[in-house]
């Protein structure tokens, strides 16, 4: 595949109707059009879901509400309660807490206003509540607005939970700008995991039969290949480039939903990631921009692939695997490249800046495969050394 975006396709895959949406508007005008779609469906008493640090960095929820209320709509607004630490966590008291407003307000739809906590918490309440929701992205930080799984905390464990996703998608391009640089670093990095998923995807079908469609996979690469190419406009908070990251982030959620599961865009580096939420959980920490952990734990998956092809002791590695790795491995970046393109967009690009200790990486790099043992991914792959040298 050549390094370069057909804008034609792009627009068709990102705006067509296979996107199974029934609005999407990414532009200055966004939130005129969310208030028109809300009379265009009839929705009558809508709760709005967002948090404290969106209310008062954005101003956005006044400005929806403002928006809706010209139209003659009931409009209350809940923002979910931060924890002690500050965190706005999706875990049974969000899920709660939005159940609550959604049946308090007797809404016919639901606005999740925020990044992709908010999104989590708001979809399972929707689809608890048996009512639509309406996605109004604050940064480009995920690429799971569009999600039908729910990744909820249920008693410290992460779990995907059957949910719905969202009937139209407005997002303010002054908003997506002004986000915080640690969150458009964090969506670059949700999408250079790409990078080790679809490697990960790729071997798992070749080696193993995992279901596999290339179709999907073309979609994910194009999505990630749009954003490395514009990686110094994504860096410079340009628009245009930041449109674009919103659009791949959407592209590689649609990719997802077309193939009925996340291989795509979900391997090794993202079992890592959650591996060290659940840590931090567990800790209570502050929790890390799930993006910034991603981009991170694909330069350690980058390193363990390209030492799994050069290191003639492995020996869980057959002949006919080494084959197959050294040729899939060829076309992916090093660590060192991958670092590099963290750092450009100001991101974490190394274990130390990101902050995971030395205890949690190494169990990590143990048992993080477990949290999909149904996935054949790299971590799954036992060699001498427990992966030795991925964590010194």
């Known amino acids: 595949m050549k390094e370069k975006v057909d804008v034609k396709q792009w627009q068709e895959w990102v705006y067509g109707e296979s996107n ?4 999407l508007a990414i532009g200055e005008d966004a939130l005129d059009q969310l208030a028109h779609f809300v009379v265009a469906k009839g929705y009558g008493r809508i709760v709005l ?3 404290q640090k969106i209310d008062e ?6 400005a929806v509400k403002t928006q809706l209320q010209k139209q003659g709509k009931a409009v209350a607004v809940k923002l979910i309660t931060a924890k002690q630490n500050g965190d706005v ?18 809404a016919d739809v639901v606005i999740a206003v925020g990044a992709g906590t908010i999104h989590d918490i708001v979809r399972y309440a929707a689809f608890a509540s048996k009512i639509p929701f309406i996605s109004v ?19 410290g464990q992460k779990i995907t939970i059957a949910a719905i996703g969202p009937t139209a998608l ?5 908003v997506l700008v002004a986000a915080p640089r640690a969150m458009i670093a964090a969506g670059f990095g949700d999408m250079l995991g790409k990078y080790t998923s679809l490697l990960d995807w790729k071997f798992g079908h070749l080696r193993y039969g995992e279901p596999y469609d290339q179709q999907v996979a073309d979609k994910t690469k194009v999505a990630l290949l749009a954003c490395v190419l514009e990686v110094s406009a994504i860096a410079a908070g340009e628009k245009k480039a930041i449109q674009l990251l919103l659009e791949a982030l959407l592209l590689s959620g649609f990719a997802m939903l077309q ?30 921009l799930h993006g910034a952990k991603v981009g991170v734990a694909c330069t350690l998956i980058s390193e363990l692939y390209h030492k799994l092809i050069t290191d003639e002791q492995t020996s869980a590695l057959s002949k006919e695997d080494r084959a197959v790795l050294t040729s899939l491995v060829a076309s992916l970046p090093t660590q060192h490249q991958l670092e590099q393109l963290l750092q450009q967009v ?47």
């Open 170 to 174: 407005f997002a303010d391009i002054n």
């Open 346 to 392: 100001g991101g974490p690009a190394t274990v130390e800046q990101l902050g995971i200790d030395k205890s949690i990486l190494e169990n990590s790099l143990r048992t993080a495969h477990e949290i999909r043992p149904n996935r054949y991914t790299v971590l799954r792959i036992k060699r001498t050394g427990e992966n030795k040298g991925i964590s010194e």
């Open 137 to 155: 992205p604050t940064a480009p930080s995920v690429d799971g607005f569009t999600s039908k799984g729910a990744p909820l905390i249920i008693q």
């Open 259 to 288: 193939f009925g599961h996340s291989h795509s865009a979900s391997g090794a580096e993202h079992h890592l990631s959650h591996s060290w939420e659940m840590a931090y959980l567990e800790a209570t920490k502050n929790q890390l």
């Open 89 to 106: 966590i999706a875990d049974e008291a969000a899920v709660v807490e939005a159940l609550l407003a959604i049946t308090g307000h007797q």
């Open 49 to 51: 879901i967002s948090d």
């Open 57 to 62: 960095v954005t101003g956005i929820n006044e």
């Open 20 to 23: 199974g949406l029934e609005r």
